[in-house]
């Protein structure tokens, strides 16, 4: 029988949630090498190739899909265990894994921590921000339970992996505009896509397929995007300050800071962005449907917010 470590199984688990050598190694604290021979060793003793670099980072073979499959049922087990060990003399906190893309975790997730914490005092949730592209590999590998992710059009399916991923539309909303109060935009409802030309664009850079964030995507020409940030605080100060404008999906609009204002654009219904609920296919714990339900309410909450 092959006796695989936790160790071994933890550094294949972070491989398939980050995928690359390098971004594991930052998140287990190895160096990059250490996890390569990791995955060599494990490869040696299950007797088949589990991982393949790629140009755009490291995929899991089928065999490593298997392995990697057991590896997150059996850690987590243990982990439960090692938590239940550690409050053996005090309440039992049930953990649910979340994860959300940056403008729910901003616009969304909040409303549904203060529900929980009020109603659901047990259920203990843990949040990762990243990208879709991050939190759908990490949905794979185990390492959420749940999490929020950006449909984009034409609103394909978070990746092309077998099984499927249960997926559910939580809100659907237009991409819009945000803009400073001195913006000479400010004060209107709605632009057309004309009006855009020339204007400064603070934006993220994208990951893979997904598209640039933060430019309107019908833009004529190379746009001047002279800022490129990674955080919505630096994004929206830059807006706020009159140097730039952004887009921004519906979600985000509850958290906009009051010197930044939402605006419509004309023609936009291609554009729609979608909040999307994901998990693995399969019997789901309550605390995990729980923890969905304050999701769908707190989505609900803010579009009755933009409505009003």
């Known amino acids: 029988m ?28 190895y160096t990059q090498s250490a996890i390569s021979k990791r995955v060599a060793a494990l490869e040696r003793m299950t007797g088949h190739t589990l991982a393949i670099r790629e140009r755009t980072g490291v995929r899991l073979t089928r065999a490593g899909e ?18 239940e060990l550690r409050g053996a003399d ?16 901003a616009g969304v997730v909040p409303s549904a921590l203060r529900r929980l914490a009020r109603d659901q005092p047990d259920i203990a949730v843990a949040l990762r921000e990243g990208t879709s592209a991050v939190l759908t590999r990490a949905l794979r590998a185990g390492s959420l339970d749940i999490s929020l992710l950006a449909g984009v059009p034409p609103h394909a399916p978070p990746d092309d992996r077998e099984p499927p991923l249960e997926v559910e539309i939580l809100a659907e909303g237009p991409l819009r505009i945000a803009v400073g109060t001195s913006h000479r935009l400010a004060g209107r409802s709605r632009v057309h896509p004309a009006e855009l030309t020339g204007e400064r664009w603070v934006m993220a850079r994208s990951e893979g397929q997904e598209r640039l964030l933060g430019v309107w995507p019908d833009s004529v020409g190379r746009p001047n995007a002279p800022y490129v940030v990674r955080d919505w605080l630096t994004k929206l100060q830059l807006v706020a300050s009159g140097m730039a404008i952004t887009t921004i999906p519906d979600v985000l609009i509850p958290a906009l800071p009051p010197d930044v ?13 979608r909040l999307l609920l994901a ?7 309550p605390e995990t449907e729980t923890v969905a339900l304050a999701l769908r309410d707190a989505a609900v909450a803010t579009r009755a917010t933009r409505l009003a």
């Not at 550094?11 to 604290?29: I, P």
């Not at 005090?90 to 975790?105: C, D, E, K, N, Q």
């Open 279 to 285: 998990r693995m296919a399969g019997v789901t714990r």
């Open 2 to 29: 092959t006796d695989f470590s936790l160790g071994d199984l933890r550094v294949l688990r972070a491989v398939a949630a980050r995928g690359s050598f390098t971004a594991a190694a930052s998140e287990l604290g």
């Open 90 to 105: 005090a309440i039992r906190l049930r953990p649910v894994r979340l994860g959300a893309f940056a403008s729910a975790a």
């Open 66 to 83: 298997v392995l990697l499959g057991h590896a997150a049922t059996a850690l987590s087990a243990i982990e439960d265990a090692e938590r």
């Open 261 to 273: 204002q939402p605006v419509s654009v004309d023609g936009s219904s291609a554009e729609r962005r």
